[in-house]
């Protein structure tokens, strides 16, 4: 026998440096010496920059910035970095070495925020620190490229410091991903955040005040139970939650019916299903709000017909609560639908056969088995639903008329007429208890129990079919429901041919030719159609925004299942608060922390990215946690004791069996990155504006046939888009039976 | 390197040593401060009831959890700070944790490479490795489409092909029927002497262990509780826990009454018998084990070398007679093989021993 090439080591006390050290202090030269310290007007990618580089002072590396442009202050990051490359060659205990680079990095990044967050545009930020130590002569721009990736220099010399000292078994990759997503969450979630909730205790001039924050928590306009004792309306805050509970049971309910619909029934238009179900997703959330009204509203198609058929009083019922209801279980139910038929074909087949065979029979079995055992997922998809429904803006919008909910109410107090940044923090706060309670629930709720389906061991077998009730069942809730949302797409897709609804019935197809219209000029093609450009803008950052989104997804649920490091659940809490967060909230914090060094990024497409990766990632995170969840852990042992690293496991083992939940992430990451509103209303410019924003504009201009027009070509996009995401990332490959035991017409078993 | 290093490592090659290992989950120790030296070439059972340690022991040597105290040593070199994927060390287990998305050859080849190997040569050892557990031509099945016997093999190539130099087996037969059990046992062991690989072979199952091994390491509450070769442990075992865990045995008190020359004499009822006197035996009360088979029952009044006792049940198993004997030492289970006329319940016979089978437990 020889031995196996891989498993050479140094056998010495010593053994030299790992190589990752070096790329680590490489990353950081590069970042000193080379790139650009501040960030470049006009972009980094535009390469324009290199004009003037590296002697002018907007475009110089941070070594020439301290050295020519007198920006000593710079010289405290780089000397934490020469510190890191001295113990890298002075220190030879890893030990030792390992201490000094966590300090080194720990301090590094530290410095490298202070003089940040210190010295802005103009010099010292705070006046007070021109008393401290005197006037400077001058102050910087923003952080750019350099200071970025000094930045992320510094993270690694940190983690692989701690991966020399052995923690986390000595992993260089986890723990660095970990520095990296904690690092991301840091910047992204919590600092914004943190500057949204400061203001609710300042003054409009940015000083320090209580006042409006004890006013507006103890409004009655949020907490009035006055629909409970008398006449008057509920406080919002009630209304929100009795809201967002109603549309996660219908959604969830919705979802496992349709869920089981596809997986467990003989259903003749299973794939025509999937299609329809992922409709409402792929629609904008106010264009199911704006059909809605087509068909309900007072000179809708169906109240007019009562109207002139019965009698019936057109009625203003649609604008409320319950008009806000069906058009949220519209938009979720294919969430959950999404969430659900993952779990629900992840139920082993042996379970059920087991159970059949201990003489239960396709109730006890349904009851007993399968439904247990899809109780991480349902948990989920109601969860999901919930926070889905507390955050939604779109809907609200549109048909909430005078009964606001928490995000709306929220973007009127920061837009409206009466500018209350302090009430808009408040209200914030409260949205956030909501969705942290529902969350907590679900932990508890699931607690310990192993759900584990997917083992190590070959699983053939056949699912059992549905009992008799059950199917019938789910026959009567999803067909009715398949037509109604049939109607709604109709409505949408024939609003764009009609002149003006209402007045005018005649087809046309002006709105599309006004939107979509294009020529032939000297240069070729002309865009003449007013919706190009945002169109293309919206395609390119939710074409960027949606594998990042999966893939930072992905890597998280896999640190969080599968790696136990301390601050695990405070790490899963963080992300689930981004996701808890409205979009009119993250839209406005954005704006804030956003807006001025050090870290400078609205107007810009990277501000889009970001705010689409971290509002989405949850619900990539939550859909690959329940997935991995299912898959047994010695699959992952296994591939350790076969020489493959964390990297490679993650790479070869656990991605290939979650493609089901990638392909979630990556179709919803996808999605919302085009149908989003509320934080992108905040965020779009006049060289980055997205789809969304502009049709709203349309709305709010009147030209109801051109964004209707508009929203329709946008579905017919995704769903193409969609399709080939499916097609691309393909099925699980288990080989398992995807059939259904057959079962005859009069509800009894049958061999297939 | 100069050959005199090389050489010795060669000869540490393939062997094992804990010292001093202790494992605790929380405030739970499984594992206090373990010792065990295993030699190289040699196949060792870890055995034992479940909650052990004998699983921990493993997975700490395949690096999937890491000794709160206490040094590992593989090959002679300190592996105690090593994650599992910088060990030399391959493991099968009870599940087989075959990839359910690949092939059995992709599974195979998964672990070369990772080590880095060309796929090409990869593929080539894959292949040979299925051949040497009866599998070639199956390369391109999915577990789901092999039986479980041919997953347990696919598992044990996937192990093997690394040629590492210790292979561990957590529990490998557990998932097979008893036929296959005892095939795919002497398969393992035919393979581990032919290639000469150091075994650590865990199990709760002592028919296996005495039919695969070279040592056997009985463990109980983390601690070893005796190791030694099989017949070491079925013939001369250190404590009644041993006695009846190594094959059944009846285990009664008996009276010690002089020791001399490394034979004891002891007296159980009116029996008085010399027997091999293991280390730390004192005069006085002590305890004798008696292996089923031990017991010769005639249905004559009792003689002066044996004493009386009752037939309680009886039953017939083919090649042999089990019985129930119930007699004033305790109840005692016989196995005979005369078949030809078995005894009846309720009938008194005279119950002797005979000379194998027999052994003084010190205390």
Same mark, same amino acid.
């Given at each position: 026998m020889t031995l196996a090439p891989a498993s050479g080591f140094a056998a010495s006390a010593n053994p030299p440096p790992p190589r990752r050290l070096d790329a680590a202090l490489l990353l950081g030269l590069l970042a000193f010496l080379i790139l650009p310290w501040h960030r470049i007007e006009g972009g980094f990618f535009g390469f324009r920059w290199l004009a003037g580089f590296p002697s002018d002072p907007d475009t110089a590396p941070g070594l020439l910035q301290i050295l020519l442009h007198g920006r000593i202050w710079l010289l405290a990051p780089l000397l934490a970095l020469a510190a890191a490359a001295w113990a890298r060659f002075a220190l030879k205990d890893p030990d030792a070495r390992g201490r000094a680079w966590v300090r080194l990095g720990a301090l590094g990044l530290a410095l490298l925020t202070i003089q940040g967050f210190l010295i802005g545009f103009m010099g010292w930020s705070w006046l007070w620190l021109d008393g401290l130590f005197g006037e400077l002569s001058q102050g910087q721009p923003a952080m750019g490229a350099g200071a970025v990736t000094a930045g992320a220099a510094f993270l690694l010399i940190f983690s692989f410091g701690l991966a020399d000292r052995g923690v986390l078994r000595g992993d260089a990759f986890v723990i660095s991903s970990i520095a990296f997503l904690a690092a991301l969450v840091a910047i992204f979630v919590f600092y914004p955040v943190t500057r949204m909730l400061v203001g609710a205790f300042q003054d409009f001039d940015g000083s320090f005040t209580t006042a409006g924050f004890t006013r507006n928590m103890a409004s009655s306009s949020i907490w009035s139970l006055g629909c409970v004792i008398g006449e008057t309306r509920c406080g919002v805050a009630w209304r929100t939650l009795w809201l967002a509970l109603m549309t996660a049971t219908g959604a969830t309910t919705l979802g496992l019916c349709f869920a089981l619909l596809a997986t467990r029934t003989r259903f003749p238009f299973k794939k025509g299903l999937r299609l329809l179900t992922i409709l409402p997703i792929i629609t904008p959330p106010f264009v199911v709000g704006l059909a809605l009204v087509l068909l309900f509203g007072r000179s809708g198609v169906i109240t007019q017909g009562l109207s002139s058929l019965f009698g019936v009083e057109p009625g203003r019922w649609l604008y409320g609560l319950t008009g806000v209801w069906i058009a949220q279980v519209l938009s979720f139910t294919p969430v959950a639908f999404l969430i659900l038929i993952g779990v629900v074909e992840g139920v082993s087949p042996s379970m059920e056969e087991a159970s059949q065979t201990l003489r239960a029979d396709r109730w006890r079995t349904f009851a007993q088995v399968s439904l247990p055992l899809m109780k991480p997922g349902?948990?989920?998809?109601?969860?999901?639903?919930?926070?889905?429904?507390?955050?939604?803006?779109?809907?609200?919008?549109?048909?909430?008329?005078?009964?606001?909910?928490?995000?709306?109410?929220?973007?009127?107090?920061?837009?409206?007429?009466?500018?209350?940044?302090?009430?808009?923090?408040?209200?914030?706060?409260?949205?956030?208890?909501?969705?942290?309670?529902?969350?907590?629930?679900?932990?508890?709720?699931? !607690?310990?129990?192993?759900?584990?389906?997917?083992?190590?061991?070959?699983?053939?077998?056949?699912?059992?079919?549905?009992?008799?009730?059950?199917?019938?069942?789910?026959?009567?809730?999803?067909?009715?429901?398949?037509?109604?949302?049939?109607?709604?797409?109709?409505?949408?897709?024939?609003?764009?041919?009609?002149?003006?609804?209402?007045?005018?019935?005649?087809?046309?197809?002006?709105?599309?030719?006004?939107?979509?219209?294009?020529?032939?000029?000297?240069?070729?093609?002309?865009?003449? !159609?007013?919706?190009?450009?945002?169109?293309?803008?919206?395609?390119?950052?939710?074409?960027?925004?949606?594998?990042?989104?999966?893939?930072?997804?992905?890597?998280?649920?896999?640190?969080?299942?599968?790696?136990?490091?301390?601050?695990?659940?405070?790490?899963?809490?963080?992300?689930?608060?981004?996701?808890?967060?409205?979009?009119?909230?993250?839209?406005?914090?954005?704006?804030?922390?956003?807006?001025?060094?050090?870290?400078?990024?609205?107007?810009?497409?990277?501000?889009?990215?970001?705010?689409?990766?971290?509002?989405?990632?949850?619900?990539?995170?939550?859909?690959?946690?329940?997935?991995?969840?299912?898959?047994?852990?010695?699959?992952?042992?296994?591939?350790?004791?076969?020489?493959?690293?964390?990297?490679?496991?993650?790479?070869?083992?656990?991605?290939?069996?979650?493609?089901?939940?990638?392909?979630?992430?990556?179709?919803?990451?996808?999605?919302?990155?085009?149908?989003?509103?509320?934080?992108?209303?905040?965020?779009?410019?006049?060289?980055?504006?997205?789809?969304?924003?502009?049709?709203?504009?349309?709305?709010?201009?009147?030209?109801?046939?051109?964004?209707?027009?508009?929203?329709?070509?946008?579905?017919?996009?995704?769903?193409?888009?969609?399709?080939?995401?499916?097609?691309?990332?393909?099925?699980?490959?288990?080989?398992?039976?995807?059939?259904?035991?057959?079962?005859?017409?009069?509800?009894?078993?049958?061999?297939? | 390197m100069n050959a005199v290093p090389q050489e010795k490592r060669d000869d540490k090659r393939g062997s094992v040593s804990f010292e001093e290992v202790t494992k605790s989950f929380g405030a739970f120790t499984a594992i206090p401060g373990l010792s065990l030296e295993i030699a190289p070439g040699t196949l060792v059972t870890l055995l034992g009831p479940s909650g052990c340690g004998k699983t921990t022991t493993l997975r700490m040597l395949a690096g999937l959890e890491h000794p709160t105290k206490g040094r590992i040593r593989i090959g002679g070199k300190d592996v105690t700070a090593l994650p599992a994927n910088a060990r030399d060390v391959s493991m099968v287990f009870q599940s087989y944790a075959l990839f359910p998305h690949m092939t059995s050859l992709e599974n195979v080849a998964y672990g070369l490479r990772s080590s880095g190997i060309k796929a090409k040569e990869a593929r080539e050892r894959a292949e040979e490795g299925l051949k040497l557990v009866g599998l070639g031509g199956m390369g391109a099945r999915l577990p789901a489409e092999l039986s479980g016997g041919q997953q347990q093999r696919v598992a044990v190539a996937r192990a093997l092909v690394l040629e590492p130099q210790v292979l561990l087996l957590d529990e490998p037969l557990s998932n097979l029927d008893a036929r296959l059990r005892r095939r795919v046992r002497t398969e393992i062991r035919e393979i581990q002497q032919r290639l000469g690989f150091t075994a650590v072979y865990v199990t709760h199952d002592q028919d296996e262990a005495l039919a695969v091994s070279d040592q056997i390491i009985v463990m109980k509450e983390g601690r070893i509780a005796q190791q030694g070769t099989p017949r070491e442990l079925y013939e001369s075992p250190a404590s009644a826990f041993i006695a009846d865990f190594m094959g059944e045995a009846n285990v009664v008190p008996c009276a010690v009454e002089e020791i001399a020359g490394g034979t004891a004499q002891m007296r159980i009822e009116g029996l008085v018998r010399r027997l091999p006197a293991p280390a730390g035996l004192k005069p006085g009360a002590a305890q004798l084990a008696i292996r089923p088979n031990a017991i010769a029952l005639s249905p004559s009044a009792p003689e002066h070398a044996a004493f009386p006792g009752r037939i309680e049940s009886a039953a017939y198993l083919g090649d042999h007679v089990e019985y129930e004997v119930a007699t004033s030492a305790g109840r005692l289970f016989a196995v005979d093989s005369q078949t030809d006329s078995p005894l009846a319940p309720g009938e008194a016979v005279a119950v002797d021993l005979r000379p194998r089978g027999v052994a003084l437990i010190p205390g």
């Open positions: 349902l948990a989920n998809a109601f969860l999901i639903s919930f926070i889905e429904s507390m955050a939604d803006f779109g809907n609200p919008l549109v048909l909430g008329g005078s009964h606001g909910v928490l995000s709306t109410e929220i973007f009127f107090a920061v837009v409206g007429a009466s500018t209350d940044p302090s009430r808009a923090a408040v209200l914030a706060i409260i949205l956030l208890g909501f969705t942290l309670t529902a969350f907590m629930a679900q932990r508890l709720w699931l !607690g310990k129990k192993n759900f584990a389906t997917v083992s190590g061991k070959g699983d053939p077998g056949q699912h059992a079919a549905l009992p008799e009730g059950v199917r019938r069942l789910v026959y009567a809730v999803t067909i009715p429901w398949l037509l109604f949302t049939v109607t709604v797409y109709a409505m949408i897709f024939a609003g764009g041919f009609v002149k003006t609804w209402g007045l005018d019935h005649s087809l046309t197809f002006g709105h599309y030719l006004r939107a979509f219209g294009v020529s032939w000029g000297d240069q070729g093609i002309l865009w003449t !159609g007013v919706a190009w450009n945002s169109f293309w803008t919206t395609m390119k950052i939710a074409l960027i925004a949606a594998p990042l989104t999966a893939a930072v997804g992905m890597l998280t649920a896999w640190l969080i299942v599968r790696q136990n490091f301390v601050g695990r659940g405070l790490f899963e809490f963080a992300l689930m608060m981004s996701f808890a967060i409205p979009g009119t909230v993250i839209g406005v914090s954005y704006v804030m922390a956003f807006n001025m060094p050090p870290l400078e990024m609205t107007g810009s497409a990277l501000i889009l990215v970001m705010c689409f990766v971290f509002r989405n990632m949850p619900v990539g995170v939550r859909g690959g946690v329940a997935a991995m969840s299912q898959i047994d852990k010695s699959l992952d042992e296994a591939s350790l004791t076969l020489r493959a690293d964390s990297a490679r496991t993650l790479r070869r083992v656990a991605l290939p069996l979650l493609r089901p939940a990638i392909t979630a992430a990556l179709v919803y990451a996808f999605v919302r990155a085009i149908t989003s509103i509320s934080a992108v209303i905040f965020l779009v410019s006049a060289q980055y504006n997205m789809a969304t924003a502009y049709i709203v504009g349309l709305v709010e201009n009147g030209e109801y046939g051109v964004a209707i027009a508009y929203s329709s070509a946008l579905i017919v996009v995704m769903a193409a888009i969609i399709s080939g995401f499916q097609l691309l990332v393909g099925e699980r490959r288990l080989r398992r039976e995807n059939r259904v035991a057959a079962t005859s017409a009069d509800g009894k078993g049958a061999a297939a | -």
